[in-house]
């Protein structure tokens, strides 16, 4: 470690930050730097090096369709600070970091060598790009250059002003964005984005290019029989599944600010994703996650088919089954008892031409008589 990165890494160890950093493909030697220095425990709350697909997936409680995208990065530091907000031991400020990459490695590489480092202090985001000139150097001199770079992505968010050379060639330009975080919530109920993904009650990221399953529901109360509906999803379809909850609802007001942070906490310890729409039609859902399974109970499947839920008129029910198909979206069905007799797809009258864009589970797979509403009627 040569004198420059000691001096910077003794810096932020002097700051009152905490830091939570997610590193994927490159950057582990900054993790090194910032052991190697008298201090670390003052630092850095915990770090985590999520190499494989399924590990990535589990980090994020999603599958991101490219792993080393700004954006990635982005989604990567907020799910840091939200594990930095629920590991810090005192209040003070906290960052989330996350260095996503892909270098020089012992076989050729058909993209470009590049890398982007998110910084998530709860008030802004900022994404550290780089391409670097491919086969002008080998492996530990790139990760040299990633690493250095999220050492001074990290000093930029304390404040500190070490420069740290970082010896780029001709045309290697580092690039950076920043953005308030403000007030996501507030866009959402407005109108102005259409999702959001909570990584904690209040760390929210916007319009995430989500993939895998969906499981809508209103959540009040959270109670086994989601669970247990999402682990067999998974096991089914090979996906991970993500809750979903609208804050407006057809025939019921819209959920309040308390009421979404009192459904939030729900999710705050567990280890899946929840996330937030202000679309309560299946039509517009399928919008907002394109190419995506919804996960529904029979009582759900059997409106989607009822013209009734349609104001009456069947073309409408069909427009909007067309809508999901050219989404690229379709149905898992579970069974669900209804009057003491458990129902399945298999009792439902498909609409003819569109059979393809439902599946049933089998009723050994899932068979759960307990619902929302049901334990809300006891009280529970």
């Given at each position: 470690m040569d004198r420059t990165i000691r001096d910077?890494?003794?810096?932020?160890?002097?700051?009152?930050?905490?830091?939570?950093?997610?590193?994927?493909?490159?950057?582990?030697?900054?993790?090194?730097?910032?052991?190697?220095?008298?201090?670390?425990?003052?630092?850095?709350?915990?770090?985590?090096?999520?190499?494989?697909?399924?590990?990535?997936?589990?980090?994020?409680?999603?599958?991101?369709?490219?792993?080393?995208?700004?954006?990635?990065?982005?989604?990567?530091?907020?799910?840091?600070?939200?594990?930095?907000?629920?590991?810090?031991?005192?209040?003070?400020?906290?960052?989330?970091?996350?260095?996503?990459?892909?270098?020089?490695?012992?076989?050729?590489?058909?993209?470009?060598?590049?890398?982007?480092?998110?910084?998530?202090?709860?008030?802004?985001?900022a994404v550290h790009s780089l391409e670097l000139r491919k086969g002008l150097r080998d492996r530990a001199a790139e990760e040299d250059i990633v690493s250095r770079l999220l050492i001074r992505a990290l000093m930029a968010a304390c404040g500190l002003d070490v420069d740290i050379p970082l010896d780029l060639a001709e045309g290697e330009v580092v690039t950076v964005t920043r953005e308030a975080i403000g007030d996501p919530l507030a866009r959402l109920l407005e109108g102005s984005v259409g999702k959001l993904t909570c990584y904690s009650p209040d760390v929210f990221v916007a319009d995430e290019p989500l993939r895998g399953a969906i499981l809508p529901g209103s959540f009040n109360p959270l109670h086994e029989g989601h669970v247990r509906l999402a682990r067999v999803a998974e096991a089914h379809l090979g996906q991970q599944v993500l809750f979903e909850l609208s804050v407006h609802n057809v025939d019921k007001p819209s959920l309040t600010r308390p009421q979404i942070a009192a459904r939030l906490r729900q999710f705050a310890e567990g280890p899946r994703r929840v996330v937030l729409t202000g679309e309560p039609l299946y039509a517009g859902k399928a919008a907002l996650f394109p190419a995506c399974t919804f996960v529904i109970g029979y009582d759900t499947a059997q409106r989607l088919i009822d013209p009734a839920y349609y104001q009456g008129d069947p073309q409408r029910m069909l427009a909007a089954l067309a809508a999901v198909r050219a989404a690229g979206c379709r149905f898992?069905?579970?069974?669900?008892?209804?009057?003491?007799?458990?129902?399945?797809?298999?009792?439902?009258?498909?609409?003819?031409?569109?059979?393809?864009?439902?599946?049933?589970?089998?009723?050994?797979?899932?068979?759960v008589d307990l619902s929302s509403t049901e334990l809300r009627a006891r009280g529970l």
């Open positions: 910077a890494v003794q810096a932020l160890h002097n700051h009152p930050a905490r830091l939570a950093l997610v590193i994927a493909g490159a950057g582990s030697q900054a993790l090194a730097w910032l052991l190697g220095v008298a201090g670390a425990s003052r630092t850095l709350l915990e770090a985590t090096v999520p190499y494989s697909l399924p590990a990535m997936v589990a980090y994020l409680g999603w599958q991101p369709e490219h792993i080393v995208t700004a954006q990635t990065a982005r989604s990567l530091a907020a799910a840091a600070y939200a594990r930095a907000r629920r590991c810090a031991p005192s209040p003070g400020p906290l960052i989330g970091a996350s260095c996503t990459a892909t270098i020089a490695t012992d076989r050729p590489k058909r993209g470009a060598h590049r890398c982007h480092i998110g910084v998530w202090d709860g008030e802004t985001v898992l069905v579970a069974g669900r008892e209804v009057g003491g007799v458990f129902h399945t797809l298999a009792d439902l009258s498909i609409p003819a031409g569109y059979e393809d864009l439902f599946e049933g589970l089998p009723e050994e797979a899932f068979h």
